[in-house]
């Protein structure tokens, strides 16, 4: 077994796990992912900002919607 192997692991090509470099992610749809996940999280940080001015009881509703931004923005990372 070499350092790289993982003990009782078969050892598996890319081909037959059917993944190919040729099926990478282009730089576009690389770059147009890498906005929407910015601008999700340039929101949910603005949003945070505005915690200061607003009453404690509302904090929860904020931290609801900044969670939401965020998974949807990993979401569209994860569909890449």
Known sequence: MTEHE???SPD???????????SA???QELAEVK???D???????????TLPE???????????R???????ALSAIDDT
């Not at 607003?54 to 509703?61: I, L, Q, S």
């Not at 900044?66 to 949807?72: F, R, W, Y």
């Open 6 to 8: 993982v003990e009782g």
């Open 12 to 22: 598996v090509t890319p081909a037959e796990t059917g993944s190919d470099d040729s």
């Open 25 to 27: 992610v282009d730089e």
């Open 35 to 37: 906005h929407i996940a």
């Open 39 to 49: 601008t999700a999280v340039a929101g949910a940080l603005a949003e945070l900002d």
């Open 54 to 64: 607003r009453d404690v009881a509302e904090h929860p509703e904020v931290f609801d």
């Open 66 to 72: 900044v969670h939401q931004q965020l998974h949807s």
